[in-house]
């Protein structure tokens, strides 16, 4: 048992001190050939031998990717249908099946790659390539050409930037932004399909909270499923695009339970 510990530790303290090199390496994942052997057990016999698992390798350098965005990895796919260039370990999607991280970090003229398996930053092709479409109903492939129907969000202050991951929701689902979301897109408000249930983005919730009248609850008191982004108010405080409840919300919301969470006092 303390064999095993004394390993533990070990490992963790070569994946933190390999972070460390290569988070702040002018070109991520330019692994030199003795960092080989602190993922793989025999690098050059059998290099699909690992030390540990998938998702511990990668998390020794990327323990701070933000969880709501990310894709669930050590599930066995059952609705998508994934290409034989994006290979599963032993049944199951890990980020090696997105991402091949011995490829180069650039695509042409210095576009970051993201290490991605096919040659695009476009999420939506990419995401596509796995995930078709339900053929009832039109998905999001169907929407791309007819999704230009006016905006849904309006920009109230341009100078206070919203967090990455309502920036790329907006780039699609506001209709008529797409991909200049990146560049234009401030603190504002979020017109959902029901007028009167519109929301704010980009607000800092404490600041929000201490107004006298805000009817707020104080954020230590809030489910753990909401969460905000450095401190603000985003489309991932209530929504989760791997979530299973309808309107893919980060929890149910029969009895306006959701929307009680934060103001209680509706």
């Known amino acids: 048992m303390k064999r095993m510990l004394l390993a533990g530790l070990a490992l963790v303290l070569v994946l933190a001190a390999m972070g460390y090199t290569v988070m702040n390496s002018p070109e991520p994942h330019a692994f ?8 793989h057990l025999e690098p050059d016999e059998n290099p699909k031998a690992l030390v540990a698992s998938v ?9 701070r990717t933000v969880r709501v965005s990310s894709h669930p990895v050590n599930i066995v796919p059952k609705k998508a249908q994934v290409p ?5 370990r032993r049944g199951r999607l890990t980020c090696v099946t997105c991402h091949d991280i011995h490829s180069s970090s650039r695509l042409v003229f210095g576009v970051k790659s993201y ?7 476009d999420m939506r092709f990419f995401c596509v390539a796995c995930h078709e479409e339900n ?5 999001h492939k169907e929407l791309l050409e007819v999704a230009h129907m006016g905006s849904k969000y309006r920009v109230l202050d341009p100078d206070s930037p919203i967090d990455p991951l309502s920036r790329e ?7 008529s932004i797409g991909p200049e979301a990146s560049y234009t897109l401030g603190e504002g408000w979020w017109e959902h399909p029901r007028p009167e249930a ?10 929000a909270q201490l107004y006298p009248r805000s009817g707020l609850a104080p954020p230590y008191e809030l ?24 309107g893919k919300l980060v929890m149910p919301n029969k009895g306006s339970r959701l929307c009680r969470e934060c103001h209680y006092d509706k």
């Open 32 to 39: 030199s050939q003795g960092q080989c052997y602190s993922c």
């Open 55 to 63: 998702s511990r390798l990668c998390r020794g350098c990327h323990a």
């Open 84 to 88: 034989a260039d994006m290979p599963l």
């Open 115 to 121: 290490f991605l398996r096919r040659p695009t930053t």
């Open 135 to 139: 053929t009832l109903r039109p998905g």
């Open 169 to 175: 929701c907006i780039g699609c689902h506001d209709g």
């Open 198 to 207: 519109g929301h704010p983005i980009g607000v800092d919730y404490l600041e």
């Open 223 to 246: 489910d753990p499923r909401i969460k905000f982004f450095g401190g603000r108010i985003g489309c991932g405080t209530c929504h989760d695009m791997y979530s299973t409840l309808p």
